[in-house]
């Protein structure tokens, strides 16, 4: 597919694309270029205290970026809800984290995507892609191509023109977030996975 070769050939160079998951739209780079890091904070206009959600295509991927996976959250979470709708926050390998995608913190979120696109985008580039949603920071989630801001667009350096696979099924939800860097586990944000702790 060539649209997948053009994307990956500019999230490799450090470039910013926009491209459809399985919840909603997504705004990414790649997560071991800090300029890029950079540069996708200051078009969402983030603030950088907050930090972005990372997208793996493994478990292998994610435990190189994280402290360490507890079989708990494996069995659990990780092996019901992966590829999914699901991000785990997790204490991470900071040498390994760039300071803007940790907030300035210690944890990272997690999430594996269940949607082709997207999951052959860091399969090809090799690293984690960032993915938070392809809004301006405090704006509406875009869950259809036609939600994207126009101004946002003209800011990156690739637009996908897919579907997110909830948006075709009327589901507008973002990932549920757990945060499992804490004692007992903190749901932060309810969202397509429903969690009962």
């Given at each position: ?67 360490s996976i507890p079989d708990v959250v ?88 897919g579907h997110p696979l909830q948006g ?30």
């Open positions: 597919m060539r649209e997948i070769e053009r994307a990956v050939e500019i999230l490799k160079q450090g470039g910013i694309v926009i491209f459809p998951t399985d919840t909603a739209f997504g705004i990414g780079c790649r997560i071991d270029d800090e300029k890029a890091v950079e540069r996708l904070f200051k078009i969402r206009k983030r603030p950088l205290t907050q930090a972005t959600p990372v997208l793996v295509d493994s478990i292998e991927m994610a435990s190189d970026y994280v402290q494996e069995e659990q979470l990780i092996d019901k809800y992966w590829p999914g709708a699901l991000t785990i926050i997790l204490h991470c390998k900071k040498d390994k984290v760039p300071e803007f995608v940790r907030g300035g913190g210690s944890t990272i979120g997690v999430r594996m995507p269940n949607h082709p696109i997207t999951f052959k985008l860091i399969q090809k580039v090799g690293v984690p892609i960032l993915g938070p949603s392809a809004n301006f920071h405090g704006e509406k989630t875009p869950y259809r191509f036609e939600d994207l801001d126009s101004k946002l667009i003209k800011l990156v350096d690739y637009v996908f023109q075709q099924a009327f589901l507008p939800f973002p990932s549920t977030v757990i945060d499992c860097s804490v004692k007992p586990w903190r749901i932060v944000r309810e969202g397509a996975i429903k969690l009962e702790l």
